[in-house]
């Protein structure tokens, strides 16, 4: 099983920025996709932007043109760099990898504990 940790939650006022990290350890034989989900108090956890093996990819509307997601492969890392912060985005962050822990095993997915985002003033 794969261990996420993340890191780079905290208290930002509006317009501020934050980067959030997540690392990527144990069993883990290749990682196609890694990502951040968020949920706010009492919504649904939804997709805020996710990466792939390739380098694509896809991000939820609300955060397009102010959040950029990085990858390390080599590492198993994943980056999210969120600018431009606005009230709405405060919200517990989740960071997930999908993997494989062996060239024909199934994809799991693994996710870290979450990291809280305020965006308050």
């Known amino acids: 099983q794969a261990q996420l940790v993340e890191s780079g939650g905290g208290l930002v006022q509006p317009g501020g920025s934050l980067r959030l990290s997540c690392a990527a350890s144990?069993?883990?034989?290749?990682?196609?996709?890694m990502g951040w989900y968020r949920q706010a108090p009492g919504k649904q956890r939804e997709l805020v932007a996710r990466i792939r093996s390739d380098g694509s990819t896809n991000y939820a509307d609300s955060v397009k043109g102010r959040f950029t997601i990085s990858r390390d492969n080599a590492k198993n890392t994943v980056n999210l760099q969120m600018n431009s912060l606005k009230p709405e985005d405060t919200a517990v962050y989740y960071c997930i990898a999908q993997y494989r822990v062996s060239v024909s095993a199934y994809e799991i997915d693994s996710w870290g504990q979450g990291t809280q985002v305020t965006v308050s003033s």
């Open positions: 144990g069993r883990i034989f290749s990682i196609n996709a």
